[in-house]
């Protein structure tokens, strides 16, 4: 149901892989709306887009069919890997539109290295929703950050990460 755990795990071992839902199982209700899905980040609904757009990692995984989402840092889309100065901030901007997801209480949560929630959003429904987060510089490893979007106490989506490497000299 919830498969962030071993997301998180397999992104902490190196691995740069995006986030896509799909509902890959042997039951007569292909296209259920309550399957999950991947959301693509294409420009055009061509071959050439749709396989860039998978190659760079600009997907999201969602359970709701109306869900949007898009996770930009340094006006690059999620999937992009990020190369910081050393004193450099990164400022991370999440947009997130459900019309379905009018009422109730919806919350967006940052996670990055580890697993480790380093920030949280919460509103009202989950129609226009915009936030951003600044990251203070950070060590020179690899770091990774995903958007984890919550409806009613359900998880809805994960995104795809950023990951940004900060530089240890000028």
């Known amino acids: 149901d919830d498969y962030g755990d071993a997301y998180f795990y397999a992104l902490d071992r190196g691995w740069h892989v995006g986030a896509i839902g799909v509902s890959d199982h042997h039951h007569d209700d292909w296209g259920n709306p309550a399957l999950p899905r991947a959301g693509v980040l294409a420009p055009a609904l061509t071959l050439s887009q749709l396989q860039a757009a998978l190659m760079a990692r600009r997907v999201f995984a969602t359970r709701a069919p109306t869900l949007a989402l898009l996770v930009m840092g340094r006006d690059e889309l999620m999937g992009a890997r990020l ?88």
Request: with cysteine.
């Open 83 to 170: 190369r910081l100065g050393p004193a450099e901030s990164l400022r991370i901007d999440v947009w997130c539109q459900d019309p379905l997801a009018s009422q109730g209480r919806a919350r967006l949560e940052l996670w990055s290295n580890g697993g480790k929630l380093i920030a949280t959003h919460e509103t009202r429904g989950l129609q226009h929703v915009g936030w951003s987060v600044t990251i203070p510089p950070q060590d020179a490893r690899e770091h990774w950050f995903v958007v984890r979007v919550l409806f009613a106490g359900m998880v809805q989506a994960y995104s795809s990460p950023l990951w940004a490497r900060w530089s240890t000299s000028q």
